[in-house]
């Protein structure tokens, strides 16, 4: 007896073990992917130049860890697996420099951030693909509105049932995340008052927010399994929770962030991740019950809309010792406990640095707007950001 699914034929007395097999990766390796935005040096609005940007990659290699988007003013930046943070900075270098080289043909920029200030969701276009189109088809209008620009970070783990454990501990973390990347205060021509609001962008889609409560991989197998059969997904790729295991490369996939305007930030955010995760996975400091996200939503809230001195909610022991803290005293905390997981100077400075942004209250977002007040002009602001990511040295309020 058999089942026809999107994937093809899956046979009924298959094990739930080889419906969705996890692969073992080295723990605590990390890798990084950037969604990047073209722009044209007229004016600054997004370019939908990304396929001809593809052909003028140099050395023909890297190609493979350069991917088109969603739409065609998107283009996707993919690291390589790593265990230092220093090694990964130096391989962004050599991929950006690619970029630029390739932009330089096409007369245009690249661009971090988590959202173009001022281009428009309907003049967008689809990039051709047999899945973007399906996704166009499928989603409507939310396709071209996820002209949004995120940074994904991937964390190795051993197996199924640790990376579901990881995906629900980075969860008390997402916060960190979303206040340490913010970069998108400007969307369609308007200061939203948000530091990151490209994440809401995301919450429209079905399938966003946070996975199930499972604990096992052979429940989330099942769980999986039975989204696959009556037809709501098609794959993993389907689930754009916040934070989501990737069984295929054997990792956890954080992806509340958006990118930020210089390589070295985004490097040192993976490597923050990292470093979390040799303490959750080494001291197992949560336990993971039905109520784990009760307080999810306002956090993830507080840190979207006020970045670091937004408010995180704490559970306590029982109700009564709950409390509410500062974000980013919560993170001066972590990061201070975190240096007992430091293995080198790389992961030093990488707490350093995101220290030093806690103390400030920095953040990209910021930046963009004294950018925007001191230019008087959002095109001038999209210059200078590009000019910023595609620059050598990173600004002096991130050193």
């Known amino acids: 007896m058999s089942d026809n699914t999107q994937g093809g034929t899956v046979n009924t007395e298959q094990t739930a073990a080889e419906i969705l097999p996890f692969t073992s990766s080295a723990p605590f390796t990390m890798g990084i992917e950037l969604e990047l935005q073209?722009?044209?040096?007229?004016?600054y609005n997004l370019a939908s130049?990304?396929?001809?940007?593809?052909?003028?990659i140099e050395p023909?290699?890297?190609?493979?860890?350069?991917?088109?988007?969603?739409?065609?003013?998107?283009?996707?930046?993919?690291?390589?697996?790593?265990?230092?943070v220093d090694h990964l900075i130096e391989e962004l270098k050599g991929l950006r420099a690619a970029l630029n080289r390739g932009a330089q043909y096409l007369n245009i920029d690249v661009s971090g951030?988590?959202?173009h200030p001022f281009q428009h969701w309907n003049e967008q276009r689809i990039t051709?693909?047999?899945?973007?189109?399906h996704l166009h088809e499928k989603y409507g209008y939310l396709a071209k509105t996820f002209t949004v620009f995120g940074q994904h970070i991937h964390v190795g783990v051993p197996n199924g049932d640790d990376a579901l454990y990881l995906t629900h501990a980075f969860s008390r973390f997402v916060p960190h995340f979303i206040a340490l990347s913010a970069a998108s205060p400007f969307y369609q021509g308007a200061d939203t008052q948000f530091e990151s609001s490209r994440s809401n962008v995301v919450?429209?889609?079905?399938?966003?927010?946070?996975?199930?409560?499972?604990?096992?991989?052979?429940d989330f197998e099942t769980y999986y399994d039975e989204l696959l059969r009556i037809g709501i997904i098609g794959s993993m790729k389907d689930f754009y929770w916040d934070i989501r295991p990737k069984p295929e490369y054997g990792t956890v996939e954080i992806r509340v962030c958006d990118t930020p305007l210089t390589i070295e930030h985004a490097a040192h955010l993976g490597c923050y991740a990292q470093l979390l995760a040799r303490w959750i996975l080494t001291e197992r400091p949560?336990?993971?019950?039905?109520?784990?996200?009760?307080?999810?939503?306002?956090?993830?809230?507080?840190?979207?809309?006020?970045?670091?001195?937004?408010?995180?909610?704490?559970?306590?022991?029982?109700?009564?010792?709950?409390s509410k803290q500062p974000i980013y005293e919560h993170l001066l905390g972590h990061l201070q406990d975190l240096q007992r997981y430091t293995q080198n100077e790389a992961e030093q400075l990488t707490l350093k640095r995101l220290r030093h942004m806690a103390e400030g209250r920095l953040s990209d977002a910021g930046w963009l707007r004294q950018t925007f007040v001191q230019r008087g002009s959002l095109n001038d602001m999209m210059r200078l950001s590009s000019e910023l990511w595609m620059g050598q040295e990173p600004p002096p309020y991130y050193q």
């Open 203 to 218: 919450r429209a889609f079905p399938l966003s927010g946070t996975a199930p409560t499972l604990t096992r991989w052979s």
């Open 60 to 84: 023909r290699d890297l190609q493979k860890q350069i991917k088109l988007e969603m739409t065609q003013g998107m283009i996707e930046l993919n690291s390589d697996v790593h265990t230092r």
């Open 38 to 43: 073209l722009v044209n040096r007229r004016n």
């Open 286 to 322: 949560f336990v993971i019950t039905n109520d784990f996200y009760l307080l999810y939503q306002y956090n993830r809230f507080e840190a979207s809309r006020y970045g670091l001195t937004g408010s995180i909610a704490i559970h306590g022991n029982n109700p009564a010792d709950s």
């Open 49 to 56: 130049d990304a396929v001809d940007l593809l052909t003028w």
């Open 113 to 115: 951030g988590g959202a």
């Open 128 to 133: 051709p693909s047999e899945r973007f189109h």
